[in-house]
């Protein structure tokens, strides 16, 4: 058993966690989901940041962008809705400000964009690829493209596969671009094929599903902007099959999962269905610690099932539907992997 490093207290890590994002190997799967943490520096009096695998930034625009007006959030149930608008102070002060400070506390930086048009993440990818320290570039294109009457990129395989060719195209050879889907498709497959196609080296899944909440009290919406993001664990159901569905069609192209995780076990799941990595989000907000605790659960997990490879359980769940009446081994290697 080859150790891959140290969990946050600083123990020995057991299991060999590491990873790949594309060509970049990571110590270990567990990363921040985009616009729950800021670019880390809020996470930092609880956690230290470079021991997960990397920090997921919120989505960076070209210019400063106020975000949507007041009520932007709602609780629900299993989760809860946002309708935050990509607030962000620009991509010139994340270089000058953000980057900086995450590769200072020895972070992975995986930089999240999102653009009203195809020209606007092509110059976000030029600006992040002439600067030093940028692990990999994650394409949010759940963004609507103003370009053509504000359908969202990721609702059409084509507007989806030109945000990913534009990417790719400026960005630098050594950082890998995923894709980053919307669940609110009929057929996520055929979105991730087009990205796939385009150039993407990974996908990342899901994004938030839009929902509404009604406040039955003063008869009107919650939000100001009436419609907003559920995340939480309501979804995480969603962001399983979805998963296990892209798996199935594109066997080997990595994937970042994530939805509704707040255990070890959700970590796990998200894995066996095909995620090589898993980001964590919607719990972060009640429990800042939470990826530290996540990585040590997650462990834990593969621990108590004999596992001593994270890569030996990525899709396993597949193998295990294929076989009839038998289980198969914890230590199989996947081909998937």
């Not at 020995?12 to 790949?20: E, F, N, P």
């Not at 940041?49 to 990397?54: D, E, L, M, Q, Y």
């Not at 996520?188 to 796939?196: D, G, H, L, N, R």
């Not at 997990?301 to 193998?319: K, T």
Request: a neutral charge; glycine letters at 12%.
């Amino acid at each position: 058993m080859v150790p891959a490093g140290v969990l946050p207290e600083g123990r020995a890590v057991a299991v060999d966690l590491r990873t790949r994002l594309g060509q970049v190997e990571l110590p270990n799967p567990i990363m921040t989901a985009s616009g729950c943490a800021g670019a880390g520096r809020e996470l930092a009096q609880f956690m230290d940041v470079s021991k997960i695998g990397a920090i997921v930034t919120k989505s960076v625009m070209l210019g400063p962008r106020a975000g949507r007006p007041t009520p932007r959030m709602a609780e629900t149930p299993s989760g809860m809705l946002n309708s935050i608008g990509l607030q962000g102070p620009g991509i010139d002060a994340f270089l000058q400000r953000d980057l900086p400070w995450l590769l200072s506390r020895g972070a992975r930086a995986v930089v999240s964009i999102a653009g009203g048009t195809v020209g606007e993440y092509a110059d976000l990818a030029g600006r992040l690829s002439d600067a030093a320290g940028v692990t990999a570039i994650e394409a949010n294109i759940s963004c609507p493209n103003v370009e053509h009457r504000g359908q969202v990129f990721a609702c059409n395989p084509d507007s989806a596969a030109a945000v990913i060719e534009a990417v790719r195209s400026r960005a630098r050879f050594d950082i890998p671009v995923f894709a980053k889907l919307s669940p609110d498709v009929t057929d996520i497959v055929t979105i991730a094929k087009a990205c796939v196609s385009a150039g993407a080296d990974g996908l990342s899944m899901i994004n938030t599903l839009l929902g509404m909440v009604i406040d039955t009290d003063t008869l009107r919406p919650r939000l100001a902007g009436l419609t907003g993001g559920l995340s939480g664990p309501a979804i995480r159901p969603v962001a399983v099959r979805c998963i296990w569905q892209v798996t199935e069609a594109l066997p080997g192209v990595p994937i970042i999962g994530m939805g509704g995780v707040a255990t070890g076990r959700d970590a796990l799941e998200l894995i066996l269905a095909g995620a090589s990595m898993v980001s964590v989000g919607t719990t972060i907000f009640h429990d800042p610690s939470a990826c530290g605790r996540i990585l040590r659960e997650l462990e834990e997990e593969l621990i108590a099932r004999g596992i001593e490879r994270l890569a030996d359980v990525v899709g396993l769940a597949h193998d295990a539907h294929a076989m009839t009446g038998r289980a198969p081994s914890p230590n199989a290697r996947v081909r998937r992997t």
